[in-house]
């Protein structure tokens, strides 16, 4: 009799662990499928993430974090993956196919292409209090904030950020 009841308390506590962590996930975070190549190679086209959607209650983004927000007038107006680069306060300039945050070329965390489009970017962009400046790690097949559909977004736009690759063939932190 000890040993059986052993094991139901055992399989009552896992049980328990595995629904409390399903509750978690679903109160707080989710699972989102990248719908485009904009963000390759770092996130593929139909690879899953998962969405810490409680990141930013109570901190701020920073740069290099990569996000799922609801651009205001995206083509598609699904909600879309990008690197933050700039922060508030941050000045953004594209110039000779290079990207410059407040006068430093930008040194990427990933492998990127030169820049053939700067859009709204080929001028100085100072970001205001609340807004970011955000681009695709596939800077030449990217609707991002070099674009007027997207411009920059805002705190209240960000979902959440993206933390973790679900997919089988790319398991691991997003970086």
Known sequence: MGRSKTVLIWTVEILAVICAAFLLVCAFGM??????????????????VLINRMAYVFGDPKANDVVLFQPRESLNGEPTIKRIIGVPGDTIIISGGKLYVNGTQYQDPV??????????????????E????????????SEDSRYQSIGNITKEEIIGKIWFSASLSKLGAIE
């Not at 719908?35 to 086209?45: H, Q, R």
């Not at 492998?111 to 205001?128: D, N, Q, V």
């Not at 609340?130 to 097949?141: Q, S």
């Open 111 to 128: 492998p990127t292409e030169r820049m053939e489009y700067s859009g709204r970017a080929k001028t100085a962009i100072t970001l205001g």
């Open 130 to 141: 609340g807004e970011y400046f955000v681009l695709g790690d596939n800077r030449n097949n």
């Open 31 to 48: 699972r989102v499928t990248c719908n485009s190549v904009s963000m390759e190679p770092g996130i593929a086209n139909g690879q899953q």
